[in-house]
């Protein structure tokens, strides 16, 4: 049973435009929601979370904005760049500690 | 201060052989996550070990598979008698505490043929 839903699985931007992915969980007691960035070849890395009591956490380009009544959450990329191309995945901690993972979005930035 | 170390990065084994992936965490986390990842896929959690104890293997195969966190040493997952379905990407991730930020390593890829 998937609790959090990722979408788009795929999305092409050009580069300077904001790439926006979003995700919903149905679980009320998660209480971390990471999003990782995935390179081919590569391990995830984290790149920013954000605990619930938040409804917004910038960390450079990337905003995280969270609706904690409509169990949603997304992240923003202002000012996309190739680098950004990458695999994103949103996750959400739940009581025993696991991660729970969206099934990944696969973001294009064309020059 | 090295970050999550997997061996070896890539590995071949026929059906019905053994394979056996090592995972080293970063220095001074003592939680270790192992996850499979399937080509186009999300990351499915396995287990969930501290040193010399399983927390938590609700994801794993219950024949076949099986992992350690031994006092010393590496983390090993185990895949006995590997069949071709078993191919996958698998990372190991490390944490300095329950619930803490998880790390994750290059994983190790599997295939089998």
Known sequence: QQQVKQSPQSLIVQKGGI???NCAYENTAFDYFPWYQQFPGKGPALLI???PDVSEKKEGRFTISFNKSAKQFSLHIMDSQPGDSATYFCAAVDSNYQLIWGAGTKLIIKP | N????QNPRHLVRRRGQEARLRCSPMKGHSHVYWYRQLPEEGLKFMVYLQKENIIDESGMPKERFSAEFPKEG???LRIQQVVRGDSAA???ASSPAQGGEQYFGPGTRLTVT
């Open chain 1, 19 to 21: 790439s926006i992915i």
């Open chain 1, 49 to 51: 979370a954000i605990r």
């Open chain 2, 2 to 5: 090295a970050g999550v170390m």
């Open chain 2, 74 to 76: 590496p983390s090993i």
């Open chain 2, 90 to 92: 698998y990372f190991c």
